[in-house]
């Protein structure tokens, strides 16, 4: 069925794959409200479901902007998080918005056809409350949310069926795909807007076409554990980034990889709040794509050492 998945599919993911953080996951595509058809990634381990929308703006988005939406839908009932994704060199794509919700009754749980539904319908809240903010957005069909998933991973245009097939060799400090391309992920804690800033700065100064520089902003909504509905949330929540170097195996990617440390270097606070991903670069490169795989939902507890986290 390629990356077009029934709905009636959904209740049992097809198994196997060779990424463990999307061995679960699927594509389905619904019409909103509006009539605009988007691709939906479908989690059904986790009971959720993300809306990828893209930008029709070149370039990269500053920070103060993307602020703007996160707090536009901070409190949006069954939210678990909204992540941001811009990207400068090389290849590099226009950005997008990619926000999950979670099944909150039985019957989705046990029927996620019905989340996907539901969240087909909220959709056009989505759209606007960016458009409220001017933000150029459109929907993007499954075809296009697999598409951007492989490119941002192998550099090729590819299915849904190609990404899972994708050939990883995972180590503590970097990525191989398809033994030609190199990936290295840092995690970085945006929560102070000096620090932020400074992430825009050096996206807006990366100037090395031979790696792809992406920034993967996430915001999770603090939750009140007695609240219901939007009562649930408190309209603020965490903030954090993924940044990820990726090119062709050899010197070129590595002096990209170089010349992003030293740019975070050359900032204390910047360097304080940034982590290589060390023994977690499958599952940040995965988190990093905008596909509804959640860092803080597929890390063991193991790799969360400070051994591991340490520079």
């Keep these: 069925m390629g990356v077009f998945t029934a709905l009636a599919d959904l209740v049992a993911p097809r198994s196997g794959g060779n990424i463990p953080e999307i061995r679960d996951l699927t594509v389905a595509e619904e019409t909103d409200v509006r009539g605009w058809t988007t691709g939906l990634v479908v989690d059904k381990p986790h009971d959720q479901v993300t809306v990828n929308m893209g930008l ?73 409350r960016a458009e409220s903010l001017e933000l150029p957005v459109r929907p993007l069909d499954a075809a296009t949310v697999a598409n951007l998933a492989h490119q941002g991973l192998t550099g090729a245009p590819g299915t849904w069926d190609d990404l899972r097939k994708v050939d990883l060799n995972n180590s503590i400090e ?20 000096e620090v932020a800033d400074q992430l825009d700065g050096i996206m807006e100064d990366w100037e090395d076409d031979s790696a792809i520089l992406r920034r993967t902003r996430f915001f999770r909504p603090y939750v009140q554990p007695e609240g219901t509905g939007e009562d649930m949330t408190t309209g603020r ?67 969360r050492s400070p051994k591991l986290d340490d520079k």
């Design 56 to 128: 029709d703006t070149p370039g990269t988005v500053r920070e103060s902007a993307w602020r703007e939406w996160e707090d536009a839908i901070a409190k949006m009932d069954r939210m678990v998080a909204t992540c941001t994704i811009d990207e400068t060199g090389g290849t590099a794509t226009t950005p997008r918005i990619a926000t999950t919700f979670r099944a909150v009754s039985k019957t989705q749980r046990k029927d996620i056809s019905q989340l996907v539904t539901d969240v087909s319908l909220r959709q056009a809240e989505l759209y606007e």
């Design 237 to 303: 929540g965490r903030r954090w980034a993924i940044v990820t170097t990726t090119g062709e195996l050899g010197d070129l990617s590595e002096i990209a990889d170089g010349v992003l440390r030293a740019a975070f270097d050359s900032s204390p606070s910047i360097a304080l709040a940034m982590r290589r991903m060390r023994g977690r670069q499958r599952t940040g490169a995965m988190a990093g794509l905008g596909i509804g795989v959640l860092g803080f939902q597929h890390i063991a507890l193991a790799e």
């Design 174 to 193: 970097d990525l191989i795909i398809n033994d030609h391309r190199r990936v290295a992920c840092f995690s970085v804690d945006i929560s102070r807007p």
